[in-house]
């Protein structure tokens, strides 16, 4: 038998499949055919351990996520389950002698030192090489970091990028699915307080009225995001950091660690958490290290991966194609309003956008256990 049969033979555990991103990933996973490569699945559940777990599991029942024996029966295991449950778990999985492969859409262990984040387009061969080293342990990116850079491939790949502001305009999706669950709360509570009809200004108090009111529900954002933003996500960052929440400075730090850089690229920006329902999107100012023509710029970044979607610098493109709406639920990577800055010849303006449930979460997951498994 092949290296490669034996991978397919391997027992493969899959953990917080119900949520938003193992919900996607199980989407992807089926229309990409990859669950033929995984004959022994179990899945794992933290509070309907036996119940029947989802038609891919067959008649098998669910086992129990929170036990370490039975999830050392596992060769790999894929999880979406959150930071805290790995943080409890995969400690105690390493400490009772387990050498498996571990997948995680969590942010828990991006940093460690034995990790590499997956983002293969970018880096294939870092999680090739990975492999051959003995590393176990690959996980999924920040979703604004990760949708960046494959917008802003071509750039990398050619070291053209001196440094990057990114200015993030995160969708209420990003937070959860209650934080979506309570975006259209909100919503509706402002529908039933205005009147359409009513002159601007008399529109204007109703809703201001509404947004301030004890009753308006915030018990998820804690403030309002419909009708309004809040330009801060994650907590803040340890001091020495610039007055960065945790978010921003993972456009930095993970970034570079994706990239393998030895001299790490500046990477900065403020994030923002906007009303839109799916998609993050991210205003970007792109120091180049050298003045490249503007048609030159966008074909590098058109031909730098099958994903990203140049949009022409036009009001009717940019408006049509340029937006959460046009992208929501595609693989496409949209980047457009593309120009020089008036800073100089060599600074570039873009706008990109991208669906934060798949490049931004499942998909580099996904496309990781492939290449683990030798079938990709």
């Known amino acids: 038998m092949t290296n490669k049969g034996r991978r397919y033979g391997m027992k493969i555990g899959f953990v917080g499949w119900r949520g938003m991103v193992g919900s996607v990933l199980r989407e992807r996973m089926h229309e990409e055919g990859d669950f033929e490569y995984l004959p022994d699945r179990i899945f794992f559940s933290t509070s309907n351990v036996g119940s029947q777990g989802p038609p891919v599991a067959g008649e098998q029942p669910l086992e129990d996520a929170n036990s370490i024996t039975a999830l050392r029966k596992c060769d790999i295991i894929v999880t979406c389950q ?85 200015d993030t305009y995160q969708a209420a999706s990003g937070a959860g699915a209650r934080y979506m669950q309570e975006l259209i709360k909100q919503m509706v509570s402002i529908s039933e307080v205005s009147n359409p009809v009513a002159d601007a200004l008399e529109l204007d108090r109703a809703v201001i009225e509404r947004l301030r009111s004890p009753d308006f529900p915030t018990e998820s954002f804690g403030v309002p995001l419909a009708c309004s933003l809040i330009p801060w996500i994650d907590r803040a ?55 490249i023509p503007l048609n030159e710029i966008t074909k590098i970044i058109a031909d730098a991966n099958e994903w990203v979607r140049v949009v022409p610098n036009k009001e009717e493109t940019t408006i049509d194609q340029l937006t959460p709406g046009a992208v929501s639920g595609t693989l496409t990577i949209a980047i457009g309003r593309l120009h020089k800055a008036r800073m100089g010849s060599t600074y570039l303006r873009a706008f990109t956008v991208g669906d934060q449930l798949l490049w931004g979460a499942a998909e580099p997951i996904r496309r990781a256990l492939r290449i683990i498994l030798g079938t990709l």
């Open 82 to 166: 959150g930071s805290e449950w790995t943080s409890r778990t995969y400690p105690q999985l390493r400490k009772r002698g387990w050498k498996g492969i571990w997948l995680d859409t969590a942010s828990a262990l991006r940093m460690e030192k034995n990790s590499v984040i997956v983002l293969d387009p970018l880096n294939r061969e870092m999680i090739k090489e990975g492999l051959k080293s003995g590393i176990k342990t690959f996980v999924g990116g920040n979703c604004t970091v990760s949708l960046m850079l494959m917008a802003c491939h071509g750039l990398f790949k050619k070291n053209l990028v001196e440094w990057i502001n990114s």
């Open 237 to 291: 960052v340890k001091a020495g950091q610039m007055g960065q929440t945790k978010e921003e400075w993972k456009g930095f730090a993970e970034a570079n660690k994706i990239l393998g850089t030895k001299t790490p690229i500046p990477i900065g920006g403020i994030c923002v958490r906007i009303g839109a329902m799916r998609c993050h999107s991210q205003a970007l100012l792109i120091k180049l290290k050298n003045d």
